[in-house]
Every structure is written in structure tokens, then in C-alpha cells.
């Protein structure tokens, strides 16, 4: 089993930045896959943004240039900086790996329980 803890929401003033972080731990064999989701209140679970082990972090549109995903592949962690936030990045922010348990195991999702970020004057 593999368990995914994220950290680091908070409040913050619009133009302000945070960092998320979140760790991955189990029974760990890869995990192909880290990346971040939100969900604001009356709103369906978004993207934010993912990156593959050694690959090309990818992005929603309206965070490009503004949120940075980096990951450690040897701690099983990723990370969120999040910059010039503004009002409609308030969410619950999402942590998820997609990961095999061991060699042969099929990938499965595993999520985070949430981190509230809430951006506000």
C-alpha cells in the first residue's frame, strides 16, 4: 500500500507564493507519475499540473509561468510552487501518484487527503 501526504497550504495575500509539498510511502517498487489537483467549492477537480520521472512537467493553462512542479525521485516527493497566486487558485490542492507496489504490479492512483490554499486580501 502506498500512502500519499501532502503539506504547506495556508493563506496568502493575491501576488503572494507557497510551496505544497507532498511524499509518497509504502510499499513503493516506481512511481511513474506525481502531480497536483484542486478542487474550489461547486467546482469539479482540475489538473493543476504533472510530471513523469525524468520527463517534461506539463501544465493547465492558466498556471503557466506562475506554478513550478519539481520532483525528488529518490524520496519519492513532489513539489508545488505556487507564485503570484490570486483569488481563483483558492482550492483544496490534491497530491496523486500513480505507482506500483512491485515489480510486475499493475499502476494504481493513489491520492492525498487535501491541502486547503486560500488566497485573500
Known amino acids: 500500500q502506498v500512502r500519499v501526504v501532502e503539506s504547506g497550504g495556508g493563506l496568502v495575500q493575491p501576488g503572494g507564493s507557497l510551496r505544497l509539498s507532498c511524499a509518497a510511502s509504502?510499499?513503493?517498487?516506481?512511481?511513474?507519475?506525481m502531480g497536483w489537483y484542486r478542487q474550489a467549492p461547486g467546482k469539479q477537480r482540475e489538473l493543476v499540473a504533472v510530471i513523469r520521472s525524468g520527463g517534461t512537467p506539463n501544465y493547465r493553462d492558466s498556471v503557466k509561468g506562475r506554478f513550478t512542479i519539481s520532483r525528488d525521485n529518490a524520496k519519492n516527493l513532489v513539489y508545488l510552487q505556487m507564485n503570484s497566486l490570486k483569488f481563483e487558485d483558492t482550492a483544496v490542492y490534491y497530491c496523486?501518484?500513480?505507482?506500483?507496489?512491485?515489480?510486475?504490479?499493475?499502476?494504481?492512483?493513489?491520492w492525498g487527503q487535501g491541502t486547503q490554499v486560500t488566497v485573500s486580501s
Open positions: 496523486y501518484a500513480v505507482a506500483a507496489s512491485s515489480p510486475g504490479m499493475g499502476l494504481v492512483e493513489y
Open positions: 509504502g510499499s513503493i517498487f516506481s512511481i511513474p507519475v
